[in-house]
């Protein structure tokens, strides 16, 4: 059964309606009175308001017919009153929603990505007293579902605003008698709240003969919007439901943006939002850290007034201003300075946010350190130390893991003290513990997986996912072999991919190979070398073009007898200056070639000493791009052409695939292992220290030997095919990448001697372009002149069918069976070669080394197979070719 309400009457003439099952606190009256003591002064009190009636009653009415049946009246006369602390509205009734007023619920609301709920709307009004004005807003209030409170005074009203913070305020503006309605928004606009509340001003009907006044001194008061007199409730509930619909819901939204905002302020990444004209209009504390900037020192700024740093490229700028004008994203490497004036590197992501008329409107730049020089490792390890420490405020689970990065991690006092049974095996064991954490050994590939974690570890879900494919993937020992999709469907570049990239299937025991050629580990049967002098006038004219790609090395074979590597070595090395760089004589050179080429096996159709010849003139020639050059030292040089010269020296026109599956000595010798290219190196070192006559180091520093030694080395295996992906990953990710950002300053300058400059500067990238100028020297026969390219074909497709067909009279696994001279199409294997191993590859040293005659070269050629292909045709050759 419910209870009558209660009327108390304020002092200051208020009328506060209560169910009488409140109950009422001695402090919320004192606040109430403390309120209005201190609210005092603040209006115009007149004597019109002093004569207000000291109790004020709605009388029991009932509602207009639109508004339906009978509603809980505002006050019953009659009414006890009791005297209890009030709320702090005037007359407060909560409107119910009448049979057919509107379904009073709560509102979803939409802003981006973000979905919001928005509760009932409140309503204030603020009228002196009840007329039929009032009473349609009250009635607009019911119709609509509202809930509706009353204030009859400036205090009351400023009150019970700040106790309800509603959404609309009607305030009574037609005339001052009672209170000055522009003083009242004034005061309620300078609380906080207010921020996010729509005002509106009821102000008196004009005649039609009148003037219509201005509406700026209302704006200018804090007014939103002005309702010109209206008592009809239809009018009254339209324009409260444009307001809800229109300025309640936007600023419902904006005053979501708090939680955006206070996100952002809580963010690790440095977040800076511009205005298209790129005025900065607000950076989070994490920015302010990294740049040493205050907020004051940078909002308001013209992006153009913050210094900038000399480090980037000349026309960066532009080019991120032309993605950001497309609306694209643009993220990248750079560089910024500090207040300080060091300079900084930044990973950067710049997305540009399209605004009304699909115009751009703001651009937000998320900044994260990269932690590679100096002051970039002492800056992350500040904002380590402060994300781990964190504020006082913080719990401290937070803080233990931010100090524990490391997953599954043993602690080692917890681990020691479980036993105490035995106190001497507990401090052996908490030695051993904790000298294996404080090991700083960790590989690499360690290390990127340990941060993986540690960022997996506060990601989304979705990010933290991708991550664990990631970390699946890095785990993995192909890291840079690509999946063949189309394996199964192409068997020639599967039956390559198997003959080159591996090290052979099981091998069969009692099917030895055995190689027939005997290493000529001797040269004294060898007649004396020529001098250079000496060359045959045809031999000196072929030479004189050797700095040509398009040399003929087939000619030079024919006209040495098949003695071409010493001629055109004995050329070349003197061309790069190797004997003054050895401090060895030019006969011990020529001797030095004659037994290298000795030991070379001619009657391979392929692996013979025209093709180390081949090699070796690539490599000259790559020697002599001014990028190459540019970036390699003297001992370099020497090393390329020395490596090129043995790279294949006692060669026997077999696989590695073949060797093992043979169990020959070789592959025994060498665990399986890159068989070939490792006996390739050490059977060129013996044959060199074997007699003094042609030692070519034998006058070398023990160190500069052993650098050009190891260099050697290293090149020779890197023609080892199992790792051809790991060099051209590599090469495209150290060498490529980096200098195409450092490539537009250089020109801009007229030379490239920062890019290289700063690959000398850092020893491993010197490494990966000799592997890299080495291994395309090795297969450049795809990118020579047609005729010396078809060839080349023609070789090593004879070289692998000769295989083939000792695997099958041995019993051996046909590593390639599509080299089956009786069925295979020279053209498809062309084809397949040059898509899985050489297209990319070959970009990729054509960017470093700007190679034009050599891609045009390979273009055309593998046109050439791919018409061969079409046809249908095994042949090398077009038949038009052919009969020509």
Request: aromatic letters at 6%; hydrophobic letters at 35%.
């Amino acid at each position: 059964m419910g209870c009558a309400p209660s009327i108390h009457v304020s002092q200051s003439g208020v009328v506060y309606c209560r169910d009488s099952d409140e109950s009422s606190s001695p402090h919320q009256s004192a606040a109430v009175s403390q309120g209005a003591a201190a609210l005092h002064g603040l209006f115009v009190k007149t004597e019109a308001a002093d004569s207000i009636p000291a109790v004020l009653a709605y009388r029991s009415r009932q509602p207009p017919p639109c508004a339906g049946p009978r509603r809980k009246e505002r006050g019953q006369p009659g009414a006890p009153a009791r005297a209890r602390a009030p709320r702090c509205c005037g007359i407060e009734a909560e409107t119910q929603t009448s049979s057919t007023g509107r379904q009073a619920s709560a509102t979803e609301v939409q802003i981006g990505p973000m979905r919001l709920t928005q509760d009932l709307i409140q309503v204030l009004l603020i009228f002196a007293k009840e007329d039929n004005q009032s009473d349609g807003f009250w009635w607009a209030c019911d119709r609509a579902g509202y809930k509706c409170s009353i204030a009859r005074t400036p205090e009351s009203a400023l009150e019970c605003f700040l106790d309800k913070q509603q959404e609309i305020i009607v305030i009574d503006h037609r005339n001052s008698r009672y209170f000055d309605g522009e003083d009242i928004c004034r005061s309620i606009r300078a609380t906080k709240p207010s921020e996010h509340t729509v005002i509106l001003a009821v102000v008196p009907r004009i005649s039609a003969d009148q003037e219509e006044t201005s509406v700026l001194p209302l704006l200018n008061a804090g007014f939103d919007r002005r309702f010109m007199e209206n008592s009809s409730i239809t009018a009254c509930y339209n324009e409260l439901i444009q307001i809800e619909r229109g300025e309640v819901r936007s600023q419902f939204k904006l005053r979501a943006c708090n939680a955006v905002f206070t996100a952002l302020d809580h963010c690790q990444e440095a977040i800076e939002i511009t205005s298209e004209d790129h005025v900065v209009q607000y950076v989070n504390p994490a920015f302010e850290r990294m740049m040493g900037y205050r907020k004051g020192e940078l909002i308001g700024k013209e992006f153009t007034e913050i210094p900038k740093s000399i480090k980037n490229c000349a026309d960066l700028s532009d080019t991120i201003n032309t993605f950001i004008k497309k609306g694209k994203e643009w993220q990248g490497v750079y560089y910024t300075s500090r207040k300080s004036g060091e300079s900084i590197q930044q990973h950067v992501k710049i997305t540009p946010v399209i605004g009304q008329g699909g115009k751009i409107r703001h651009i937000v730049s998320l900044k994260r350190l990269r932690c590679t020089n100096e002051n970039n490792k002492q800056l992350c390890k500040s904002h380590h130390d402060k994300k781990c420490t964190g504020d006082n405020s913080q719990s401290e689970s937070h803080s233990f893991k931010c100090k524990n990065r490391r997953k599954d991690s043993a602690d080692v006092k917890s681990i020691t003290s479980q036993s105490s049974d035995a106190p001497s095996l507990q401090t052996r064991r908490y030695s051993s513990m904790a000298r294996i954490h404080s090991m700083t050994i960790e590989a690499p590939i360690t290390k990127v997986i340990n941060i993986i974690n540690a960022a997996q570890e506060n990601s989304p879900i979705t990010v933290a996912e991708a991550l664990d494919r990631v970390l699946e993937i890095l785990r993995t020992t192909e890291l840079y072999s690509p999946q063949l999709g189309t394996k199964d469907e192409d068997p020639h570049t599967s039956d390559l991919v198997g003959g080159l990239m591996t090290d052979g299937l099981r091998r069969l025991s009692g099917n030895e190979y055995v190689c027939s050629k005997n290493m000529n580990l001797s040269h004294s049967h060898l007649s004396v070398p020529n001098t250079i002098s000496d060359v045959p006038p045809c031999i000196a004219q072929l030479l004189d073009n050797e700095e040509s790609w398009d040399f003929n090395i087939f000619e030079l074979e024919s006209v040495t007898n098949k003695r071409p590597l010493v001629y055109l070595g004995l050329k070349v090395f003197g061309r790069f200056g190797v004997s003054e760089f050895l401090n060895c004589s030019e006969a011990t050179l020529r001797a030095w070639l004659q037994v290298i080429e000795a030991n070379y096996h001619s009657s391979n159709s392929y692996h013979n000493s025209t093709h180390a010849a081949d090699v070796l003139h690539a490599t000259a020639f790559f020697l002599g791009k001014e990028r190459v050059k540019g970036s390699l030292d003297h001992l370099d040089e020497v090393a390329a052409l020395i490596a090129a010269t043995i790279h294949d020296v006692d060669h026997p026109g077999r696989t590695n695939s073949f060797l093992c599956n043979a169990g020959s000595d070789l592959a025994v010798l060498y665990n399986d292992t890159a068989v070939l290219e490792s006996h390739h190196t050490a059977l060129a070192f013996q044959l060199t220290a074997k007699d003094s006559k042609c030692n070519i180091f034998k006058n070398m520093d023990r160190n500069h030997y052993r650098t050009l030694r190891q260099a050697i080395i290293d090149m020779v295996l890197a023609t080892e095919m199992t790792k051809h992906f790991e060099h051209v990953n590599k090469f495209v990710n150290s060498i490529n990448k980096p200098m195409a950002s450092e490539e537009t300053s250089s020109r801009s300058e007229g030379s490239d001697c920062e890019c290289t400059a700063n690959i000398k500067n850092f020893p491993d990238n010197q490494t990966l372009i000799k592997r890299m100028m080495i291994k395309c020297a090795d297969v450049a026969n795809p990118c020579r002149p047609l005729e010396l390219c078809i060839e080349w074909a023609g070789r090593i497709s004879e070289e692998y069918f000769a295989q083939t067909d000792e695997e099958k009279r041995q019993g051996l696994p046909v590593v390639m069976p599509v080299f089956d001279r009786n069925t295979c199409s020279i053209p498809k294997s062309q084809i397949s070669f040059i898509d899985y191993f050489i297209t990319d590859m070959f970009d990729a040293w054509d960017a470093f080394a700007h190679l034009p005659v050599l891609m045009q070269h390979l273009a055309n050629n593998y046109k050439h197979w791919k018409t061969l292909d079409e046809l249908k045709c095994k042949s090398l050759r077009l038949p038009s070719e052919n009969n020509n």
